[in-house]
């Protein structure tokens, strides 16, 4: 397993962007698939994004489709999740996830996990 660490987040008004990073621990983090998800009060954690290990290809929830970019820096062992014209309906504590399932879109996909850092996203 590896560590992670979540960070980035905040407050921001409507119509703005945050970026968010994921700092994770282990000599193998390339070899793991990486994904964000979700948790708003009151509800289920949700899937956002995820990133495959073999050529980094993104994969988006629809409901953050074309507003959100993720990407990955195997050199730093890091992770990105760009998020811009935010709505209100994001506000959420945002995870990163690891794994090495080739399911995309479960949380029972990912092994390790992070803490989690707040987005609160102001009408």
């Known amino acids: 397993q590896v560590q992670l660490v979540e960070s980035g987040g905040g407050l921001v008004q409507a119509g703005g962007s945050l970026r968010l990073t994921c700092a994770v621990s282990?000599?193998?983090?390339?070899?793991?698939?990486m994904g964000w998800f979700r948790q708003a009060p009151g509800k289920e954690r949700e899937f956002v994004a995820r990133?495959?290990?073999?050529?980094?290809?993104?994969y988006y929830a629809n409901s953050v489709k074309g507003r959100c970019t993720i990407s990955r820096d195997n050199a730093k062992n890091t992770v990105y999740l760009q998020m811009d014209s935010l709505k209100p309906a994001d506000t959420a504590v945002y995870s990163c996830a690891a794994g090495t399932s080739g399911s995309i879109w479960t949380v029972a996909a990912y092994d390790s996990w992070g803490q989690g850092t707040q987005v609160t996203v102001s009408s």
């Open positions: 990133i495959s290990w073999s050529r980094s290809i993104p």
């Open positions: 282990g000599r193998t983090f390339s070899r793991y698939n």
